[in-house]
C-alpha cells in the first residue's frame, strides 16, 4: 500500500480537515474570496468545483498509464476545460440566474488550482477509487471552507443565510445593524483572514495536544 | 519515429476529438434552454429600457413586454424588438448586439425612443470581463451614462467626469482601468444602431 499512496478512505479523510483545499493548502482562493458573498453562490460553486473535480480525477486516473510526464499538464488541463465548459452550459440552462451572478468565476474553475494539484499529486499515480474518494474528500473540504466563509460573510453583512431572514429588519439599529463592508471584497480578506487564524489555532491546540500524548 | 510531435500527442489528440463530441452533444441538448433563458431575460428588461423618461421608472408589469412585442432582423443580424405598452402606443426600441470587449464577447441591449435617435438604456446580457474593473460594466451608474445619448453621431468614451460635457460630445466617462471595456461596449452600440438607422431609414424611404 505504501508504494501506491494513501488508501481511498484515507484520501477521503484527508481532504476534509487534515489537508483542507482553503485553510491548510491555500488553495482555490480565486472562488474563495469572490462568490463567498451569499451562501447560494458558495454552494453552487461548491457543486460546479465537486463536478469538475470528480470527473476529471476520473478520467485523469483511467488514463494514468499512458501520460507522458512531458505533456500531463496539457492532458489535465484539457480535461479540466471539457468539465468546466459542461459545469457553465449546464448552470446557464438550469440555473440561469446563478449562472449571470457566479459570471466569469465558474469558467474560472479551469486555472483553479485545487482541481489540477489533485490531478497531479493523486489522479495521475492511483486508482479510480482513489481518485474518486480523494475528489469527494477535498470537494467536502472546499464546500465546508466556502460555507464557512459565506455564513460569516451574509449573516453579518445582510443579516440572512440561504436568502432567509435571520436578524429582523425591525431590529433598531442600536440592537444590531449590517456589516456592509462584510459582503464587500474587502469582508472577504476579513473572514478568510480570521478564520484561517482560528483553523490554525485549532490546529496548534490539536498537534500540542498529540504532543502531551 | 518516437520523437514525432504528432506521435507524442496521440493522446491529447484522441482526448481532444471525444471531448470535442461531448461538448457539441451537450450544446445540442441544452442550446435551446439556454437561449429561451436568454429570451426570457430580454423581454424581461424590454420595459425597463424603454421607460420613457428615463429617471422615473415604470413598473415593469404596467408593460406587456412579451404578448405585445414585435420583432425583426436588420441587415446586419441584429435583433430590434419593438415595444407597445398597454393601450398599445408603441413605446421604442430594443436592439440585441453583441461585439468583442477585452475578454470575451460582450452581449447588451440597447433601448431607443420611438424615432431610433436617442438611447433610452443599456442592459449587459452576458459579459466575461475582469471582475472588479471590465464587469463593472455591468453597473447600472455606469449603464445610465448611455442614456439621452444621440444615435445620429457615434458615442464616445472621453475621460471626462462633468456630465454637460459628455451632453456636449456625445460621450460616457470609461470606467477607471477597464477603458477598452468600455470602448467595446462603446463599439458596439455605435454599430448596431447605425445597423438599426440604415434599416429604418430604408422603410422610410419604401413608405
Redesign the interface.
Known amino acids: 500500500m505504501a508504494k501506491d499512496g494513501p488508501a481511498p478512505l484515507e484520501r477521503f479523510i484527508n481532504g476534509i480537515l487534515p489537508e483542507n483545499p482553503v485553510y491548510r493548502q491555500l488553495l482555490g482562493m480565486c472562488p474563495t474570496l ?1 462568490v463567498t458573498g451569499n451562501m447560494k453562490a458558495a454552494m453552487t460553486m461548491s457543486g460546479a468545483v465537486l463536478f469538475v473535480l470528480f470527473c476529471a480525477n476520473i478520467i485523469t486516473s483511467l ?1 494514468r498509464g ?3 510526464p512531458h ?1 500531463r499538464i ?2 489535465f488541463t ?2 479540466i476545460a ?1 468539465f468546466v ?2 459545469a457553465d ?2 448552470l ?3 440555473l ?1 440566474d446563478m449562472s449571470k451572478e457566479l ?3 465558474v ?1 474560472l474553475i479551469i486555472v483553479n488550482c485545487i482541481i489540477i494539484c489533485r490531478c497531479e499529486v493523486c489522479a495521475s499515480k492511483q486508482g479510480v477509487l482513489t481518485a474518486a474518494s480523494d475528489a469527494v474528500g477535498q470537494s467536502i473540504g472546499f464546500t465546508l471552507a466556502l460555507a464557512s466563509i459565506a455564513s460569516v460573510r451574509e449573516i453579518l453583512g445582510t443579516g440572512t443565510w440561504f436568502g432567509l431572514t435571520l436578524i429582523p429588519a425591525d431590529v433598531p439599529a442600536k440592537v444590531w445593524s449590517t456589516w456592509s463592508v462584510m459582503i464587500l ?1 474587502p469582508g472577504a480578506f476579513i473572514a478568510l483572514g480570521l478564520l484561517l487564524g482560528a483553523a490554525n489555532r485549532i490546529g496548534e491546540i490539536r498537534q500540542g495536544r498529540r504532543a502531551a500524548v | 519515429m518516437k520523437d514525432n510531435y504528432i506521435v ?2 496521440w ?2 489528440l484522441a ?2 476529438v471525444c ?1 470535442a463530441a ?2 457539441s452533444g ?2 445540442i441538448a ?1 442550446a435551446d ?2 437561449a429561451e ?1 436568454k429570451r426570457n ?1 430580454t423581454f424581461g428588461q424590454i420595459a425597463n429600457l424603454v421607460r420613457s423618461p428615463w429617471w422615473e421608472p415604470v413598473p415593469a408589469q404596467t408593460w406587456q413586454a412579451d404578448g405585445k412585442t414585435e420583432q425583426w432582423v436588420t441587415p446586419e443580424g441584429h435583433l430590434a424588438y419593438k415595444a407597445f405598452d398597454k393601450q398599445g402606443t408603441d413605446r421604442g426600441w430594443v436592439i440585441k448586439a453583441s461585439g468583442q470587449g477585452f ?1 470575451d464577447r460582450i452581449e447588451i441591449l440597447i433601448g431607443l425612443d420611438v424615432p431610433g435617435e436617442t438611447v433610452l438604456g443599456l442592459y449587459v446580457l452576458d ?3 475582469t ?2 474593473l471590465g ?1 463593472r460594466i455591468k453597473e447600472e451608474t455606469w449603464r445610465r451614462k448611455f442614456v439621452g445619448r444621440e444615435t445620429s453621431r457615434d458615442i464616445v468614451v472621453s475621460s471626462a467626469s462633468k456630465m454637460a460635457d459628455n451632453i456636449a460630445n456625445n460621450s460616457v466617462q470609461a470606467i477607471t482601468g477597464a477603458t477598452v471595456s468600455s470602448k467595446s461596449v462603446a463599439a458596439i452600440v455605435n454599430a448596431a444602431v447605425k445597423d438599426f438607422r440604415n434599416r429604418i431609414s430604408d422603410l422610410k424611404k419604401k413608405q
Open positions: 469572490a488514463i499512458l501520460l507522458k505533456l496539457l492532458v484539457l480535461t471539457t465548459t459542461i452550459r449546464l446557464q440552462a438550469f440561469y459570471g466569469p468565476y469558467p471584497p | 507524442q500527442a493522446l491529447i482526448l481532444a471531448f461531448a461538448l451537450i450544446e441544452l434552454r439556454i433563458n431575460e475578454a459579459q466575461k470581463e471582475p472588479a464587469n
